[in-house]
């Protein structure tokens, strides 16, 4: 590594030979060490390390591991990453023909590779669906699977127990009674069956109090202090009150 002062006069310029940048990255070919500690250890920039690992890296180690001995090897070696390239093409195109919306419903993943299962492998489409191969075989042949089971069981036991409790009952006291009985449930789960099956619990009615009914044909009682003249006495005589209050030496009481 050599330095030579630039035009400006102020910093130097740095110029690395060959041999050193070979250096650097058979480095940090052979360490576990990453770009950014490889380039403090040496002193010199991370954009360097990556750029001269770009250029002599394959010589000072393959990425893909020591290369193949023989032709046939080697011929090997490139059928196996074709095979890989085209499963992760095939999958991108899953992926693609999705348009980036969530996969949904077991059903619903389950018609989505019965749409693309002539297009591509059924074991590519489980795979990226995040569903199983003998799952999908199942509901091909009409079976039930277990989550379809278990769903339909426990959407029974919701029905007898809403009923039991005359639809008063909500998600979360259903979820509650489920789990008193020994049912291991959760309560999302319960609120979307419930929901599937239009079940609701029925709510009270809000009891709006009234303190005066103006509603009526009866007559209604005139405002006497309107009808008074200015007080002379005290306010306290012209205050209205309710006739269960009592006078006392202390003040007026009221009954609790």
Same mark, same amino acid.
């Given at each position: #590594? @050599?330095?030579?002062?630039?035009?400006?006069?102020?910093?130097?310029?740095?110029?690395?030979?060959?041999?050193?940048?070979?250096?650097?990255?058979?480095?940090?070919?052979?360490?576990?060490?990453?770009?950014?500690?490889?380039?403090?250890?040496?002193?010199?920039?991370?954009? @360097?390390?990556?750029?001269?690992?770009? &250029?002599?890296?394959?010589?000072?180690?393959?990425?893909?591991?020591?290369?193949?001995?023989?032709?046939?090897? #080697?011929?090997?070696?490139?059928?196996?990453? %074709?095979?890989?390239?085209?499963?992760?093409?095939?999958?991108?195109?899953?992926?693609?023909? @999705?348009?980036?919306?969530?996969?949904?419903?077991?059903?619903? %993943?389950?018609?989505?590779?019965?749409?693309? !299962?002539?297009?591509?492998? /059924?074991?590519?489409? !489980?795979?990226?669906?995040?569903?199983? %191969?003998?799952?999908?075989?199942?509901?091909?042949?009409?079976?039930?699977?277990?989550?379809?089971?278990?769903?339909?069981?426990?959407?029974?036991?919701?029905?007898?127990?809403?009923?039991?409790? %005359?639809?008063?009952?909500?998600?979360? &006291?259903?979820?509650?009674?489920?789990?008193?009985?020994?049912?291991? !449930? @959760?309560?999302?789960?319960?609120?979307?069956?419930?929901?599937?099956?239009?079940?609701?619990?029925?709510?009270?009615?809000?009891?709006? /109090?009234?303190?005066?009914?103006?509603?009526?044909?009866?007559?209604?009682?005139?405002?006497?202090?309107?009808?008074?003249?200015?007080?002379?006495?005290?306010?306290?005589?012209?205050?209205?009150?309710?006739?269960? !209050?009592?006078? &006392?030496?202390?003040?007026?009481?009221?009954? &609790?």
């Amino acid at each position: #590594m @050599n330095e030579e002062k630039n035009s400006g006069g102020s910093k130097p310029a740095r110029f690395y030979t060959e041999e050193f940048r070979r250096s650097v990255v058979d480095h940090w070919c052979h360490s576990d060490k990453t770009a950014v500690q490889v380039a403090q250890e040496f002193g010199i920039k991370v954009w @360097n390390v990556r750029d001269w690992r770009r &250029r002599y890296g394959p010589a000072a180690k393959p990425l893909d591991g020591p290369l193949p001995e023989t032709p046939e090897a #080697m011929s090997r070696e490139i059928q196996q990453l %074709r095979k890989e390239l085209a499963r992760v093409r095939a999958q991108r195109d899953i992926l693609k023909k @999705n348009h980036g919306h969530s996969f949904g419903s077991i059903e619903g %993943r389950y018609r989505m590779i019965e749409e693309l !299962c002539k297009e591509h492998a /059924v074991q590519d489409l !489980c795979e990226v669906l995040e569903v199983s %191969r003998s799952g999908y075989y199942a509901w091909c042949r009409g079976q039930e699977s277990g989550r379809e089971l278990g769903n339909r069981i426990l959407t029974e036991q919701i029905k007898q127990l809403f009923e039991s409790k %005359r639809g008063r009952y909500g998600s979360p &006291r259903i979820t509650e009674e489920l789990r008193r009985s020994g049912q291991c !449930c @959760n309560h999302k789960r319960v609120e979307r069956l419930m929901r599937q099956e239009g079940l609701k619990g029925r709510t009270g009615k809000g009891r709006k /109090v009234r303190t005066t009914h103006s509603d009526h044909d009866q007559p209604i009682a005139p405002n006497r202090l309107l009808e008074r003249s200015a007080p002379t006495k005290p306010m306290r005589s012209g205050w209205p009150t309710s006739p269960m !209050c009592r006078r &006392r030496r202390a003040g007026c009481l009221s009954p &609790r």
